[in-house]
């Protein structure tokens, strides 16, 4: 979905290449670009350095001089950049920012942007310009074909994960995450990034041997979210170029590219005054300048060729789409405005009035939210309005999700709505609400800015760049967003809402699933008859009592001393409490409370709905719309209960000044939730469309065969059946969670940016046990804890063969072998490596030799809830009739690491960078929680694990791996699945 505003304002993009079709504008939550780089948004940027942050900064300090030059930001913007931000321009034209920030420390991310993709494509070159990003990996001036990934994983970074690219319609990304900061890494990265932009050899071999690897892409993404996407861009777009310019391409250019028709495109349009660098880590500016000038500063100029011509918009004010597809997961409708429109300038004006319509937008969410949590039967399960800014276009409306069949009247909802707002505007509470909390946010965004990674900023800087907005730092964005709060009337956000909404252009209806229903146009179209205005809006308060302090000062600083090992411990009654504090991601902090319970038996489906409805239910004196308006101001995100089996966890995350009100809303949860059946009819319909599309996923089929196969087909074990769905009561998930939390031993744990007095008080005082709850087993070693445990399921090896239906032809191989579980730790960690010694090579075989398979992995998943349970696992996606073939060149790399060592080249590159990553682990909350703490107040052994992290992975040796490859990858204990999709007719 389009996110509210107070969610844009601390959006971080995560660098994980989305893939050629990037998101692509589209109005539907799968597909649309993400608004952070087309709203007034920069709170997901760093801070300027501490010595030059001022809490109380002014609008001076944001507003300056309309710019007309890069060292001050945009043409035509009167904002002032961060002042942290390095900007400049080299000699040929190319652009850069560089920015200092140690998330984490040690470290840089480079991206190079340049501004072209598959809108620049003539029609006999559709694909292209994705077909080229891929082959800036097969053979450049400097690294000729097959060494350009090996010498970056040699130098500790990983294929996939630090070494990436993205092609998208009006530009073409490559993304470095660097391990390190030293001078020859620095000089690696940026050659190769020279290399790409202006060093490609494309030669015949290596353009045919990437033939393979991108119809395998093109045949792994060739699903529904792929044709919805494709009818709906014809809808939107007609009259543009938009619809026949998909990144991915057409199968018919891509058999058919050639080496020339690869460089008459790279030629042209890879010239450096169409490209952006930017660069986000722990090194100076300064020092990083010279390089980037000495490496980059030799690609061409270019000639100031013009973008090719992207036609021009058809109007239209009632287009309609409605696409039945039997293999959609969700049933999506939406309307949408599209006009065309040039990107304005980036200045306080184009800010306010862009700001002034998502706080609408922020009303309309909630107004939704209301109605959607009204009526657990109700044709429609979401909604959310939008409004952004992609390429040429401007884009308003809004969209949700509906019951199958019922499309019309779902769209009927969202446009009331939307309406309403058009029409009268937020009543002055709704404003006040929605205001407190983009306020909130604005204030969590500054206190957490140092806590942003490297990559996520490298994200936004480089899109800010290539997109002519300025980057501001949290501070900066916060005095001029708050300056807009004071100004703001409901009048005003009515007009700024009216004003994006606009006329002209193209006026959309669309419905997608596996069944929409009928829709009338007309009917949703026909505004003449007046909408109501809203109701006022009371301030609602805390139905619960806050208890005083149920400890003493003197005691919570006694609790809250901070041991040698960096840890808080405390008992409260039979309650172990373990906190964690660290400044090293300022602003965040993260709570879980451990019950310590066998889940298992349970009945089918019934923990994931207990999932779905604990706090979706709201509590017994407040729905959750009511929660959200009392702590509209509120950082706490609750989460859980998540279970497995000997455990349930429930748990929240928050900005420090808020853990006293997550622990609150905590206690209150578990003492009065609020189990209302409406949540989980919500769940259950949008599950079982789901699974109803189940029948025609192959990799799900695959996973679920698998798993079956490896679990004895325990219900509590596998996914849930739609069969099992159906039979679900929405009262089953309280009958079945709350006798397991009443009595279950528990234990808390913390970690991040708090004080441990405070955490020790907040715990004590809302979360401290019962006295009928015992106190949880302790297990001092890793044999009792394993002895504690029940004994794994059943596996069934052998071979299972399915035909699954389906629209593209294609097969899925997937091989479990039976490891052992977590609890020798030094044989865990070393079937990791194996794990990635094995994707490495069957990486190698099965993508860059036989063009087979766009993107075959393995993993190793050792259990800690049974007795020996883990599995090796290897995935591949091949062409249909291929399955066999793949199966084989898998079973030949098994062999070899069984009989063989992992030569001294491949074992370098797969260590180097996973050891070049662990350091980082330590300074990172999540990492604390979910790997070390949750199991370390009933399995204090965990906390010597993390001690020998590093000195435990550098000690592996390939010896190891090979013995261990001969013990566990056994033919005659694994589990083969081959799935296979003749397609549809048509698709063939």
Not at 69 to 77: A, E, I, L, N, Y
Not at 669 to 689: F, K, M, N, T, Y
Request: glycine share 8%.
């Amino acid at each position: 979905m389009i996110r509210s505003l107070a969610c844009v304002l601390l959006i971080v993009l995560v660098a994980c290449a989305p893939g050629p079709d990037r998101p692509a504008g589209q109005p539907a939550s799968s597909q649309a670009k993400s608004p952070a780089a087309s709203t007034p948004s920069d709170a997901s940027q760093p801070a300027a350095p501490a010595a030059k942050q001022s809490q109380t900064a002014t609008p001076s300090a944001v507003i300056g001089r309309k710019s007309d030059t890069p060292k001050t930001g945009p043409v035509g913007s009167d904002l002032t950049p961060d002042p942290a931000l390095h900007l400049g321009q080299l000699p040929n034209g190319l652009r850069y920012g560089l920015l200092h920030h140690a998330q984490p420390a040690g470290k840089v991310c480079f991206r190079l942007r340049i501004a072209t993709g598959s809108m620049n494509e003539s029609d006999p070159q559709q694909g292209l310009a994705h077909y080229l990003e891929h082959m800036a990996f097969n053979g450049t001036k400097n690294f000729p074909g097959g060494t350009l990934v090996e010498r970056l994983q040699a130098a500790g970074l990983a294929f996939g994960a630090h070494t990436n690219a993205h092609t998208s319609f009006d530009e073409t990304v490559y993304k470095l995450d660097l391990p390190d900061t030293k001078p020859e890494t620095i000089d690696l990265a940026l050659t190769v990034l020279a290399d790409q932009a202006g060093g490609m050899l494309l030669l015949p071999d290596e353009v045919e041997k990437e033939r393979g690897v991108i119809l395998s892409e093109m045949r792994d993404r060739d699903g529904p979210g792929r044709r919805i996407q494709t009818a709906q861009n014809a809808a939107i777009y007609a009259g543009t170029n938009i619809p026949r310019r998909e990144p991915i391409g057409l199968e018919t250019t891509v058999r058919g590219a050639t080496a020339e028709l690869l460089r008459d495109y790279y030629q042209r349009w890879y010239v450096a005054e169409r490209m952006v660098f930017s660069a986000v880590g722990d090194i100076e500016p300064s020092v990083l300048e010279q390089a980037v000038r000495a490496k980059l500063g030799g690609l061409a100029k270019g000639s100031g060729t013009a973008d090719l011509p992207v036609g021009a918009l058809i109007p239209d004010s009632g287009a309609e789409l409605r696409l039945a597809d039997p293999e959609a997961k969700a049933t999506e409708v939406s309307l949408i405005r599209v006009r065309e429109r040039q990107r304005p300038a980036d200045t306080v004006e184009s800010r306010r009035a862009q700001f002034l319509a998502d706080l609408g937008e922020g009303v309309i969410r909630r107004r939704l939210a209301k109605v959607v949590e009204s009526r657990g039967d109700g044709a429609l399960l979401s909604g959310m309005p939008f409004s952004y800014q992609w390429m040429f276009c401007y884009h308003t409306g809004v969209e949700g999700q509906a019951r199958p069949g019922q499309g019309q009247a779902a769209l009927a909802v969202l446009i009331e709505e939307y309406r309403r707002m058009l029409d009268h505007g937020p009543t002055p509470g709704e404003l006040a609400i929605e205001a407190a909390g983009v306020a909130s946010d604005l204030d969590q965004a500054v206190e957490s800015a140092a806590s942003r990674t490297n990559r996520d900023l490298s994200n936004v800087l480089v899109d800010k760049l290539g997109e002519e907005q300025v980057l501001l730092s949290p501070e900066q964005n916060r005095a001029l967003y708050k300056r807009f709060l004071v100004e703001a009337t409901p009048a005003s956000v009515q007009n700024a809402l009216r004003e994006a909404w606009g006329q002209g252009g193209r006026l959309a209806v669309l419905a997608t699933g596996r069944d929409p229903g009928l829709i009338d146009r007309a009917a949703l179209l026909d505004w003449s008859k007046p909408t109501t205005p809203p109701a006022a809006t009371a301030k609602l308060a805390w139905g619960y009592p806050v208890p005083p302090a149920a400890i003493t000062p003197a005691t919570a600083a006694r609790f809250g001393k901070v041991g040698d090992d960096g840890l808080a411990r405390a008992t409260f009654d039979t309650l172990p409490v373990i906190v964690r504090p660290s400044s090293e991601q300022p602003g965040s902090v993260g709570l879980r409370l451990v019950f310590q319970v066998r889940t298992h038996p349970s009945p089918a489906a019934v923990p994931q709905l207990a999932a779905g409805t604990f706090f979706a239910g709201g509590l017994g004196k407040h729905t959750v719309a009511e929660i959200r308006e009392i702590f509209a101001d509120s950082s706490v995100s609750l989460s859980g209960p998540g279970s497995s089996g000997d455990q349930i966890i429930l748990g929240f995350s928050c900005r420090p000044a808020d853990f006293a009100q997550g622990c609150q809303r905590l206690a209150a949860a578990l003492a009065d939730p609020g189990w209302r059946p409406e949540a989980a009819q919500r769940v259950i319909a949008s599950w079982r469309e789901s699974l109803a599309a189940k029948e025609t996923d192959l990799d799900q089929r695959v996973q679920d065969a698998a798993l079956a196969a490896a679990t004895g087909d325990r219900p509590w074990r596998r996914p849930a059946t739609l069969a099992e769905v159906d039979a679900l009561n929405p009262a089953d998930a309280k009958s079945w969670l709350m006798p397991l939390l009443a009595k279950a031993p528990r234990a808390i744990v913390v970690a991040g940016d708090i004080d441990p007095v405070v955490a020790m008080t907040e715990i004590a005082t809302h979360l401290a046990n019962r006295p009928e709850v015992a106190a949880p087993a302790v297990f001092a070693t890793p044999t009792e804890a394993k002895a504690a445990l029940a004994p794994a399921d059943p596996w069934t090896p052998g071979k299972i063969e399915l035909e699954v239906p389906g629209k593209v032809a294609r097969d899925a191989v997937l091989i479990l072998w039976p490891t052992d579980d977590i609890y020798d730790i030094g044989q865990a960690r070393r079937l990791n490596l194996l794990s990635d010694a094995l994707e490495e090579k069957i990486r190698v075989r099965l993508r860059e030799e036989l063009g087979q398979a766009y993107s075959p992995s393995a993993n190793h998943n050792p259990g800690d809830g049974w007795i020996g349970w883990g599995q090796m696992v290897v995935s591949a996606s091949v062409a249909h009739g291929a399955a066999d073939g793949a199966l084989k060149a898998i079973d030949a790399v098994v062999a070899d690491l069984r009989d063989r060592l992992v030569d001294a080249d491949t074992f370098t590159r797969i260590r180097t960078p996973l050891l070049a990553q662990l350091p980082a682990l330590r300074k990172r909350n999540d990492w604390w929680l979910g790997t070390v703490l949750t199991n370390a107040p009933i399995q204090p052994f965990r906390l010597d694990w993390s001690k020998t992290l590093e000195t435990d992975y550098a000690a592996i040796t390939a010896e190891e791996l090979r013995t261990l490859a001969q013990k566990f990858l056994v033919d005659g204990r694994r589990i083969v699945v081959i799935g296979r999709c003749a397609g549809a007719p048509e698709a063939k």
